[in-house]
């Protein structure tokens, strides 16, 4: 499944620290509903069962809205599931590593803060980027800053999609016009909003705005 452009632009990672009552099947559904254009399950601190279980329910979910279905950090699991593919960052397994244990045909996302990490991803086989963190960030603790200046850098750099994450909301998601990143990837913008759904819609909108400009 190659990574097109167009699935970057509204990117919802997962986070269960604003579910509440809800599952997170639930939160994932309204978000598509809103417009999301493609789903990364992160769990940090979920076992394997569990993790599995709500990795398959998320991916006929994905299926259902034709959505990209990605799984953050665990290589084994994302082959398991039969996920569209999966999201390394710069301290777990090496890009290449990870392109010979998915095989060819899934998508590989990789972290990057520099140019050069930027360049080292695209060689090893990354579909896309992520970038960031481009603005504070409360969900990730070890989010180092990119430079909105970097970010535009390693657009200009690579060949691949980039999309940037860190801190972005409707606030300030008008800020990274210009930078060449084809989407934005948010978590908390869209998952710990009181209305998912209209939060997702409202990001979509400007997320293709901030693109096209």
């Known amino acids: ?19 509440g009552d ?5 939160q994932v559904e309204e978000s598509l509903k809103g417009g999301a254009t493609m789903i990364q399950l992160r769990e940090k601190h979920l076992d394997h069962e569990h993790f599995l279980k709500e990795a398959k329910e ?7 809205y034709q959505v990209p279905f990605l799984i ?9 599931v039969d996920a569209d593919g999966v999201h390394v960052g710069q301290h777990d397994m090496e890009a290449g590593e990870v392109r010979k244990k998915i095989g060819p ?18 060689q090893a086989g990354a579909d896309y980027l992520g970038v960031g963190a481009v603005f504070p960030t409360g969900t990730k603790d070890d989010a180092d ?10 657009c200009r750099t690579v060949s691949i999609p980039v999309v940037a994450i860190g ?4 606030h300030n998601v008008m800020q990274l016009a210009g930078s060449g990143i084809c989407g934005i990837a948010v ?3 869209i998952y710990a909003q009181p209305d998912i759904q209209n939060a997702a819609s409202t990001l979509h909108a400007l997320a293709k705005e901030m693109v096209e400009r």
């Open 58 to 64: 998320i991916k006929e979910l994905c299926r259902k």
């Open 167 to 170: 801190g972005i909301g409707q």
């Open 22 to 26: 809800k599952t997170l099947s639930w």
């Open 105 to 122: 045909n899934r998508i590989l996302g990789v972290s990057a803060q520099t140019v050069e990490q930027a360049l080292l991803a695209q």
């Open 145 to 154: 800053a990119v430079s909105i200046q970097t970010l535009g850098e390693i």
């Open 1 to 19: 499944m190659n990574c097109d452009k167009k699935d970057l632009l509204l990117y919802a990672v997962t986070d269960r620290a604003w579910l």
């Open 72 to 80: 953050n950090d665990d290589v084994d699991l994302a082959v398991e």
């Open 187 to 189: 978590v908390s913008a």
